[in-house]
């Protein structure tokens, strides 16, 4: 089937994504296999397309569609049948039909993690999505999210920034641009070596509430795992979280203070037993490695050499104090720290002034913070 065929099945009355994946399991021939198999109404419209496309309603999407790859360079329709389809979409029960898409076709090259987490990130959460961001693109892995206000944008920035390799999945058109504050990000991505647009919906469609929730499984469904970097316990990121179980990909989860509101959702993950704790890029790297053998390749002496060292991760095996492993971008009180650390007050007051002397650490209003190493 060619895109002007897989354009029409997906614009079919009384169907779905669902549904045609139904129809699909059963390898129907095309066209006589599918006007066999269809209901009714949709076969009807499909009969009227096949032999008199100028008066099916059909045509008008084929024809928008046609106009807008026209329009601008880098525009693509995406379907089963194109050597750029993403084979993982097949595993989930309602996969697309089509994805419009518009950018660097080879960002769904090579394997995939999506990264999502609160629209309200604190600075930790911040510092956090833009570190696995940018260690995962430089170990060749792509940044995969929904470029919503917070994590999503704050990753899928840093992914650019750092040269790798970013998708967008929209809940609306690829040529609409939301949020607003996002459209620098979106040019980005539609333009920049690695970056990528894509959407089930097609151009000019205006987001609307109940896309997103559907938006989260192309996601999800596009990638090998999913890192929560930050999420309330009533977030939507837990939603993502929920369609990767689902899927059967695995989840992760960054720790967070259990004073911060926004890592909440996080602990709670953590709590059920439903995702791995991520400490660094080299946990899920590990934890994915049987998923992505197909897809990674052996990073070379060179290579290494090249790619900087983690500006800050969770991994202590070069921090000068072990006191570092219980600090974060949330102030901790220095009776917790005692409480966690086990040591004296007086020893622990004496630790806090020989890092915050070596720009480890500093006081703030509520307890003492881990300082971002660049």
Known sequence: MDAQAWLVVNALPSMGALRIAQLLARQPQWPEGWLAALPSRAASELRLWLEHPDRSPLQKVIDETEAWQQSGPSRHVLHRDHPAWPALLNELPDPPVVLWAQGDLSALEGPKLAMVGTRRPTGEGTHNAQTFARDLVRRGWCVISGMALGVDGVAQRAALNAGGRTIA??????????????????????????????????????????????????????????????????????????????????????PGSLHNVQARGCLALLRQGTAHLACSVDDIITDLGHWAEAFIQPATEDKLSEQEPP??????????????TSLSATPTPIDLLVHSTGVSVSDCQQRLLMLELEGWVTQQAGGWVRLPRS
């Open 311 to 324: 500006s800050d991760s969770f991994s202590d095996d070069n921090l000068p104090d072990s006191l570092l």
């Open 169 to 254: 999945v929209l809940g609306c058109g690829v040529d609409v641009i939301y949020p607003a504050s996002h459209r620098d990000l979106h040019e980005q991505l539609s333009s920049l070596p690695g970056g990528l647009v894509v959407s089930e919906h097609p151009p000019g469609t205006l987001a609307r509430p109940a896309f997103f929730p559907r938006r989260n499984r192309i996601v999800t469904g596009l990638s090998l795992g999913t890192l929560v970097v930050e999420a309330t316990e009533k977030s939507g990121s837990l939603v993502s979280a929920r369609l990767t179980l689902e899927q059967n990909r695995e989840l992760f989860v960054l």
